[in-house]
């Protein structure tokens, strides 16, 4: 079993910058596929960004593309999502994922073990 665990939500202004973290336990994922997804108050979750096992390969939506990276510090267990320039359209309960494949998916149903999310509000 994989336990994950985000941080660094809050509120911010519009145009400021946030780090989320995802710090995994229970098992190295070091290998496996992670992504963020997020979900808006009455909307489905979306897809934000992926990484690969390798940490090769990334993938963004291109709502956030330009603005958030994603990165893996594979020796902490933890994936990153590093958010500049925030907007008010990016407030949503951030979730992290994973899944036993390095290959990345943008697909909520593709991932096996899930954080309890963190909530990140932007003001304008």
């Known amino acids: 079993q994989v336990q994950l665990v985000e941080s660094g939500g809050g509120l911010v202004q519009a145009g400021e910058s946030l780090r989320l973290s995802c710090a995994a336990s229970?098992?190295?994922?070091?290998?496996?596929?992670v992504a963020w997804f997020r979900q808006a108050p009455g909307k489905e979750r979306e897809f934000v960004a992926t990484i690969s096992g390798s940490a090769e390969t990334t993938s963004y939506a291109d709502s956030v593309k330009g603005r958030f990276t994603i990165s893996r510090f594979n020796a902490r267990n933890t994936v990153y999502l590093q958010m500049n320039s925030l907007k008010p359209e990016d407030t949503a309960i951030y979730y992290c994922?994973?899944?036993?494949?390095?290959?990345?998916?943008?697909?909520?149903?593709?991932?096996?073990?899930w954080g309890q999310g963190t909530q990140v509000t932007v003001s304008s």
């Open positions: 994922a994973t899944r036993a494949s390095t290959f990345m998916s943008s697909q909520p149903r593709n991932y096996d073990y």
């Open positions: 229970g098992r190295t994922i070091s290998y496996y596929a």
